[in-house]
């Protein structure tokens, strides 16, 4: 039970987090001496593994390791191995187009973390190509373990019973206590230019590509003048982008991918706005570039275009012809809306947002609305400076209060789950772990709760006697 209690802490995101941790303990660190620890099928752990696990863990306040925290960690990827073996056994769809995907976001992610591409890899000591080919077969293998993971707890499912029983064995006085929380949704309106502002930026664009091509300036040096991109003007507009990455505009992609090393584009547009693309260096299907971004200024018509448009459709809403989900869905510029159905999320995914989780003028719009209630179209500015338009709906709020079956059933729905999923987790490697060959290095055959992975180890054994 303890393990189960401590995986309802931080299993779920064990993949993605030993993913991303190790990524930087194992660029910035070498081991003086290592060992194989334990072997899972062909798959082996290294003493190194665990130690760089164990220092990433410890830099995060918000994961409280039990004493034991080597036996568990190790116990945690032998876990995880056998989910990748399975998964193997099972030829679970993973694509090579997946990993990279998952690959360019994890390294973006990192980027963004050091500031510029330059310094991460200064700080590494590696190319952003080596970086990608140390960590591809380490994506791999996570994605594979998730995959098998979300196969066995996927048809799990819970009844209000359950949930009732599961919350009526938590102590009172173990409750958490919660602030107020709001559910809130938007639809967004992007107002779109008129001809002579797009103009005005295509053509600002097209002069920067014909500096940038006769020598008088250098495309980073104009990038980090010009570009409206919040994320890369100040690296020069540089970024790496994946030939099959998902989340970066298709219409982007493919004109990247038609320049040769040091060709710059003609204008080409997005979602974002235009676009003018340096190619630096192309390896495969991976590529480093720089870009220039520019937004075309809108104008008061413009705007008041989309308000109105806005306006349109709140009383839809309010008519009750439309639902707030399918307004979203139908009509927001937000990109992810259609995941969302409008609604804000945080990084979890949960849809309850304290005070803290909002935007200032979301906020400020949300504190004078009363649930159910439809806010009037607004102009504000997103997170490139681009003026745009919105609707706010306030689907629930909640005063501060402590945990309850009334107000907060769908959060102790998922933790209920959660525990349930874990227990069924448990008994899959438990019905599953005589079925592969283990090895275990004596400094941990003492660990309390690797006691079955011993026990197949020594069934190995005497079977191969």
């Known amino acids: 039970m303890r393990r189960l209690l401590f995986l309802f802490a931080i299993c779920c995101c064990f993949v993605t987090r030993a993913s ?21 099928g ?31 960690l190790l116990e945690q990827m032998m876990d995880q191995k056998a989910l990748e073996l399975q998964a193997e056994r099972d030829s679970l769809p993973v694509t090579d187009e997946d990993v990279e995907g998952n690959l360019e976001n994890r390294v973006r992610y990192f980027i963004n973390l050091y500031g510029t591409q330059e310094n991460m890899e ?23 373990a998730d995959a098998m993971r979300k196969k066995i707890v996927d048809g799990v499912k819970i009844t209000p019973t359950e949930v009732k029983d599961f919350f009526n064995k938590i102590p009172k006085d173990s409750l958490p206590f919660y602030k107020s929380e709001v559910e809130v949704g938007q639809v967004v309106i992007n107002p ?15 002069e920067i590509k014909k500096e940038v091509e006769s020598g008088q300036k250098s495309f980073d040096v104009m990038a980090t003048l010009y570009s409206q991109d919040p994320g890369t003007r100040n690296n ?43 190619m630096v260096k192309r390896q495969g299907d991976n590529a480093l570039i720089r870009h220039i971004l520019i937004i075309p200024q809108v104008s008061t018509e413009d705007v008041n275009a989309s308000l109105h448009r806005l306006d349109s459709i709140r009383t839809q809403i309010e008519n009750h012809k439309l639902s ?49 209630e439809i806010s009037a179209p607004v102009s504000f500015k997103d997170p490139y400076g681009k003026m745009s338009t919105r609707i706010l709906y306030l689907k629930t709020r909640t005063e501060p209060h402590r945990e309850n079956l009334q ?26 772990m005589p079925g592969y060959y283990l090895m275990l290095d004596d400094e941990f055959k003492g660990c309390p709760n690797i006691a079955k992975w011993v026990r197949g180890e020594e069934k190995t054994v005497k079977s191969e006697q």
């Open 407 to 432: 107000e907060d059933y769908s959060k102790i729905q998922a933790r209920a789950l959660q525990l349930k999923q874990y227990k069924v987790l448990n008994d899959w490697f438990n019905q599953k």
């Open 324 to 372: 707030f989900g399918d307004a979203a869905n139908q009509f927001s510029d937000d990109q992810n809306a259609k995941m969302t159905a409008g609604m804000f999320t945080d990084r979890n995914g949960s849809t309850f947002l304290t005070a803290e989780d909002l935007d200032p003028g979301v906020l400020l719009t949300v504190d004078t609305m009363k649930v159910g």
């Open 236 to 278: 020069g507009g540089q970024m790496s982008i994946n030939i099959n990455d998902k989340n970066i505009d298709p219409d982007f992609l493919a004109a990247a991918f038609r320049l040769q090393n040091g060709q710059v584009s003609p204008v080409i547009k997005s979602q974002f706005g235009y676009h003018i693309i340096q």
């Open 122 to 144: 200064k700080v590494t000591g590696l190319s952003i190509y080596q970086v990608k080919d140390r960590f591809r077969s380490q994506i791999k293998e996570s994605m594979l």
């Open 42 to 72: 062909d798959k082996i752990i290294l003493l190194s593994d665990i130690e760089g696990q164990l220092q990433q863990y410890m830099q995060d306040s918000s994961v409280h390791l039990p004493p034991d925290a080597n036996c568990f």
């Open 192 to 206: 779109k230019p008129g001809p002579d502002l797009v103009k005005l930026a295509t053509d600002q664009l097209t």
């Open 20 to 40: 991303a941790q190790t990524y930087t303990y194992a660029v910035n660190q070498q081991p003086a001496a290592d060992k194989i620890v334990a072997i899972v």
